[in-house]
Nanobody, 124 residues
Framework: QVQLIESGGGAMQAGGSLRLSCVVSGLTFSTYAMAWSRQAPGKEREIVAAISSSGAGANYADSVKGRFTISRDNAKNTVYLQMNNLKPEDTAVYYC?????????????????WGQGTQVTVSS
């Protein structure tokens, strides 16, 4: 059974940092591109960061570029999202997602495996 389990969310003041983790099981992790997505109340889900299966390539949404860093450890079947200089508009449920075929895109519909999400709340 495939599982993607996120952790590391919480409440933070603006300007602070958080690191999210997603541990993946039930698939060959090193062959999947991975991504972090978020969904705020009343808004569509968006991919904020994606990384290729090898970790050699990464893409970021403009809204987080320069503040968020995605990384992965294929030996630990884990993908991370380091979030710095958090803003209130970063408040959302954050999900990790996996894509068997792609290079790691910013397109939500390219991903077919999803975790349950972890809440991130940033206050001003």
């Amino acid at each position: 059974q495939v599982q993607l389990i996120e952790s590391g969310g919480g409440a933070m003041q603006a300007g602070g940092s958080l690191r999210l983790s997603c541990v993946v099981s039930g698939l060959t992790f090193s062959t999947y591109a991975m991504a972090w997505s978020r969904q705020a109340p009343g808004k569509e889900r968006e991919i904020v960061a994606a990384i290729s299966s090898s970790g050699a390539g990464a893409n970021y949404a403009d809204s987080v570029k320069g503040r968020f860093t995605i990384s992965r450890d294929n030996a630990k079947n884990t993908v991370y999202l380091q979030m710095n200089n958090l803003k209130p508009e970063d408040t959302a449920v954050y999900y990790c997602a996996a894509d068997r075929r792609g290079p790691g895109t910013l397109v939500v519909y390219d991903y077919d495996l999803w975790g349950q999400g972890t809440q991130v709340t940033v206050s001003s």
